[in-house]
């Protein structure tokens, strides 16, 4: 097998042309040169150079092809050696990023991109748009994405082996159609919701911030809640509240909620919503960890 010794060798000595002066370019003496030119030969399997005469050697036609297929190899490990140490500087590869629909909201996912590729210009950016936050996380837990942003009501019961940073709190208010007197009753209470038809997003999709307002509601008002329709998604709810099939708990603020048909109304009901930012804990990439940094920069 052909050493890269052999190799800096043998492009020292096609250069020269002269063993003298390549060996002590090489500072090795001529004796191990020519040994180690012979390892050489023997590997490729023929003579690389005509040594005919003693002063002037030469390359053979063999070895003129010989040189040609290797002489960027120097070249070629040292642009390999850069982009290696760049690697592990974080300033290249690629960022894997999952973000659930409504934290684009609450937190500018393109101006943290733009600062990550103006400090680290050459790192490729791969970002998967989610429905709801389970998905987000468990994109992350499985390793197809590096970092994913997403909304939780309990931090402390995210998924285990993912470290966590608390960003923006995410206020929930009641969508009611505008025909429900809920909608224009002064101080309202969640008492008042008692008989109310609920739109919910299923208890799979959603699992602490649906137990927490089961539990929320039936200690305030003897009953559970009569959720009625079940919606992944705010819009999807939101369509349903302006048709007048029930009332939605949906994140504020919401842009797309038109004046007509959908009253928004704040009644608090003891939970506090966060968008937050998970990734693996064992997640080694310099390159996550780069953007970890711009994210806390963006956060003073």
Known sequence: MVTLRQLQNFLVL??????????????ISQAALSNEIKKLETSVGCQLFDRSDRWMIKLT????????????????MEDAGQLARKASRG????????????????IDIGQLCRDMLHKYPEVK??????????????????????????????ISQ????????????????????ATNPLAHKKDLKIQDFKNSHFIFPPAEETPRLRKHFESFF?????SAPLIVHEVAGVN??????????GIALIPRPVTNVSE?????????????RFVIAAWDEHNSSMVLRNFISILSNQER
């Open 236 to 245: 999807g709810s939101l369509q349903l509240v302006r048709a007048g099939l």
């Open 91 to 106: 300033e290249n590869g690629t960022l894997s990023i999952a973000v659930s629909g409504l934290i684009y909201t609450y």
């Open 125 to 154: 950016l791969r970002i998967y748009d989610t429905l709801v936050s389970p998905a987000t996380a468990d994109m992350v837990r499985s390793g197809k994405c590096d970092i994913g942003f997403f909304a939780a009501s309990n």
């Open 61 to 76: 036609e063999a070895g003129v092809v010989y040189l040609r297929q290797v002489g960027g190899v120097p070249e070629i």
């Open 14 to 27: 096609a250069e020269e042309l002269h063993f003298a002066r390549a060996a002590q370019i090489l500072g």
């Open 158 to 177: 995210v998924p285990e082996n993912l470290e966590v940073r608390k960003l923006n709190r995410i206020p929930l208010s009641f969508a009611i159609p």
């Open 218 to 222: 039936f200690k305030h008002c003897q």
């Open 260 to 272: 007509k048909g959908v009253v928004l109304r704040d009644v608090p009901i003891g939970i506090d």
